[in-house]
């Protein structure tokens, strides 16, 4: 792009560094080039990043009670909220957990939980 731009805030770079990445080195690669492409300084700057990168929010999970859920248990509960954040897309789902739709289906039969 012929522009002189050589760093990266260090604001940007905790943003960068805290992101997924669900769509790999393709998708860093095209931030940074639409970053290069909005910046009017040396620097690249928060302004220059995707709104959904810098409005990252972190969500955890707490067990009720004292016993210690079992790993299939969890399973479930992140199948489950996988599945209500992607509003039941099962493909976008099993993309977002690292497995095949064919694996998510699997896990659903095991669990009981309707295909539909």
């Not at 522009?3 to 997924?20: C, F, P, R, T, W």
């Not at 080039?33 to 910046?39: D, K, N, S, T």
């Not at 959904?52 to 969500?59: K, M, S």
């Not at 993309?95 to 669990?111: A, C, E, H, T």
């Amino acid at each position: 792009m012929k522009k002189e731009v050589n760093a990266i805030d260090a604001e940007v770079m905790d943003l960068l560094s805290g992101y997924s990445w669900p769509g790999n080195v393709r998708e860093l690669e095209n931030v940074i080039e639409r970053a290069v492409a909005l910046a009017t300084t040396p620097t690249i700057g928060v302004d220059q990043l995707p709104d959904h990168l810098c409005n990252l929010t972190i969500e955890t999970y707490r067990s009720s009670g004292d016993a210690i859920p079992t790993m299939e248990e969890q399973e479930k509960h992140y199948i489950e909220w996988v599945l209500q954040k992607t509003d039941g897309n099962k493909t976008q789902a099993a993309k977002i957990m690292g497995i095949d739709r064919v694996s998510l289906w699997r896990k659903l039969k095991r669990y009981g939980w309707d295909e539909s």
